[in-house]
């Protein structure tokens, strides 16, 4: 197992998969007593044979190069990943000076990643998610970060 394998199973335990939306967090204010399946669980489970499950054409693998952007500028980011299944791994690096390995989970076109900064403030961990376009060409969405939410779009 290795030393991120305990973030995967975090971020995979705390992303629900419901109406199309990602929504992360393990507590809810909903006090309905519905439960809704975790990534992996959804991830587990067969679609409908007549559907093409956009996870099964998209690959997060490769190449990411796109911004980040904040109501202080944007940076330029790059983000190596391999994909495996439902989950990916990788690095992160923009020319702020942060960098850091990156964790996630992809289902149905959702994506949900953190990064564990090693450089510009090592140890922190920021949260992205966001959604793949349908072609598997575009990444964009929200990362949230200890200043505050910034806008991710990339492309690879």
């Keep these: 197992m290795n030393n991120n394998m305990w973030l995967?199973?975090?971020?995979?335990?705390?992303?629900?998969?419901g109406s199309g939306m990602i929504i992360t967090g393990c507590e809810s204010d909903d006090d309905s007593s519905t439960e809704t399946p975790d990534a992996t669980e959804e991830a587990s489970t067969e679609g409908d044979d007549d559907s093409e499950d956009q996870d099964i054409t998209s690959d997060m693998s490769g190449t990411w190069n796109g911004t980040r952007s904040s109501s202080g500028g944007s940076t330029s980011i790059q983000m190596s990943l391999n994909h495996n299944d439902r989950f990916f791994e990788g690095e992160y690096r923009d020319n702020s000076g942060f960098e850091g390995d990156i964790d996630g989970?992809?289902?149905?076109?959702?994506?949900?990643?953190?990064?564990i900064l090693t450089a510009g403030d090592p140890g922190t961990i920021w949260q992205f998610n966001g959604g793949l376009s349908e072609?598997?060409?575009?990444?964009?969405?929200?990362?949230?970060?200890?200043?505050?939410?910034?806008a991710i779009t990339a492309t690879k």
């Design 105 to 115: 989970v992809f289902n149905e076109g959702n994506v949900a990643f953190a990064v």
């Design 135 to 150: 072609d598997g060409t575009i990444l964009s969405g929200t990362m949230t970060t200890p200043s505050g939410d910034d």
């Design 8 to 17: 995967r199973l975090l971020v995979a335990g705390c992303i629900s998969v």
